[in-house]
């Protein structure tokens, strides 16, 4: 089904493909409507779920931030 937090496409908010070798697929465009509405119920229950997945992985162009972050936290760490 692909409408879940569990799929990394749909987690990070993008349509499966054909690297995704995923069953009964409903996170394409085709399924737009399907699509719109589990996201819509998923904010629902969870207003952050999208958020907190950012946060935990970075986009990659944040990736300088990301290294920063990581001197911080090594420089804390030593
Ligand atoms: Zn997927
Ligand atoms: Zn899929």
Redesign the pocket.
């Known amino acids: 089904m ?1 409408l879940k937090l569990y ?1 990394q ?1 749909f987690a990070g908010q993008l349509v ?1 493909s054909d690297a ?1 070798r ?1 069953e009964n ?1 409903y ?1 394409s465009a085709e399924h737009g409507v399907e699509r719109r509405a589990a996201v819509r119920e998923l904010l629902c229950r969870s207003p952050h779920a999208f958020d907190a997945k950012f946060k935990t992985e970075p986009h990659p162009l944040s990736s300088s931030v990301r290294a920063r972050a990581q001197a911080q936290q090594n420089a804390r760490a030593l």
């Open positions: 692909c799929c496409c499966c995704c995923c697929c996170n």
